[in-house]
């Protein structure tokens, strides 16, 4: 069987990859519906759901790089003619769900794998070359995007495999040709293809579907930013006003980092450069649970076996403002999940005139504040979160 097409027959590598990208494709759809629907109530199933959009993931970004070799040969090849083009409903249709899979083939893995980058934790791609893609972002709004693209992509994918599975037992079944066998292994009786009359229309036809397909995306997708904060935090006197800042968390997850922040939060702050008996002042935090962002675990963050925003939806820090050996130090407690801990958090201050930046950090234990005991060891989620804080304040 030769390598190259010919005008009545499929080379040998053609074949390879037609049935290759098959395989994959028809291994990376049930593996992410599968996974998109796997409870995840304890450790031992949430890494089984990591694992399998693990593979779904690594399959997807397989396909894609595949398709593209295929798309390359494609296009250095001769395309066989159909064997029924007389009929020319029938040959519109064939040539334009064959627009639609060589597009799906790209575009479907490209969106899924740009929603990984964009987004943070959570069932990393099985490859040694990392988990983030040049001018990506790491974006809430960009991977929402993308997720809706993703699965309005696949719609237009699944529908298009229908279509050609089915044409091609029509071809096997009713009309006995060989059109299905000149895709099998092996040489085939095929005769010379009918004369064919191409037209521009089954392309056009394929584009005006994916622009309809990224309509529905991008309009669903812009439709899906995470819900304004419901524990509204009201202004707290301080005398010190903070200007801007951060207050981030960071946790290793089935061994890959994932960060995220709390953007809704108060400070009151009272501090003098001047200590009493090494103290300076004291601060009163409080954060609002359901502000957190935290990639694409946060909704199961929030949930109950985690923050359970719903019964405990703030979190408050109270603190005298020490000096230490370098820098300073707040010491206090931290109530979180109705669970109050001894906390410090050594902090570095830089006071010019009215304006003070603030940097700190602190380890705290997950299991302190009962969040994930589902999840009594490290291998999925880690004990240790990083927390960190900075911030600009202004006296007065």
């Known amino acids: 069987m030769p390598l190259t097409n010919t005008t009545r027959q499929y080379g040998g590598l053609t074949k390879t990859f037609h049935w290759l990208t098959a395989l994959l494709i028809l291994t990376a759809l049930p593996l992410g519906l599968i996974a998109e629907n796997a409870p995840y109530a304890d450790g031992e199933q949430l890494a089984r759901k990591a694992m399998l959009f693990s593979l779904h993931k690594t ?15 494609a296009l250095t ?21 064959h627009w639609l899979l060589y597009g799906a083939m790209l575009m479907v893995p490209l969106t899924g794998w740009i929603h990984h980058a964009a987004t943070t934790g959570f069932a990393p791609i099985l490859w040694p070359l990392g988990q ?7 974006s809430e709004t960009l991977a929402h995007l993308t997720a809706n693209l993703h699965f309005a992509f696949i719609i237009v994918l699944g529908l298009s495999i229908l279509a050609h599975v089915g044409g091609a037992m029509k071809h096997f079944v009713i009309d006995r040709d060989q059109t299905l066998q000149r895709m099998l292994p092996g040489r085939n009786t095929a005769p010379d293809p009918m004369p064919e009359t191409h037209s521009r229309a089954p392309f056009v036809t394929a584009l005006v579907i994916w622009v309809v397909a990224l309509t529905a995306g991008v309009v669903t997708g812009l439709g899906t930013d995470k819900p304004a904060t419901t524990a509204q935090l009201e202004a707290v006197p301080s005398d010190w006003q903070v200007q801007e800042g951060t207050l981030s968390l960071s946790v290793v997850q089935f061994g890959s980092e994932v960060t995220g922040s709390f953007g809704n939060w108060t400070a009151a702050i009272s501090f003098d450069e001047t200590a009493t008996d090494g103290r300076h002042g004291d601060v009163a935090v409080t954060v609002a649970i359901d502000s957190l962002t935290l990639g694409s675990v946060t909704d199961q963050a929030l949930g109950a076996d985690f923050f359970d925003v719903a019964a405990h939806p703030t979190a408050n820090f109270a603190a005298d403002l020490m000096a230490a050996e370098q820098g300073y130090v707040a010491k206090g407690t931290l109530t979180l999940k109705g669970m109050t801990v001894p906390v410090t958090l050594p902090f570095a201050l830089t006071i010019k005139g009215d304006t003070a930046t603030m940097q700190g950090q602190t380890t705290l234990n997950r299991l302190d504040f009962g ?6 060891d490290e291998s999925s989620l880690g004990f240790p979160v990083e927390i960190e804080v900075t911030l600009t304040a202004m006296r007065g």
């Open 77 to 97: 090849q001769t395309r066989p003619g159909l064997l029924n083009a007389d009929n020319r409903l029938e040959a519109f249709g064939a040539h334009l769900v």
């Open 371 to 376: 969040i994930g005991t589902n999840m009594p």
């Open 59 to 73: 399959v997807g970004i397989a396909a894609f790089f595949t398709a593209i070799l295929r798309i390359l040969w």
């Open 132 to 138: 983030d893609l040049p001018l990506v972002p790491k």
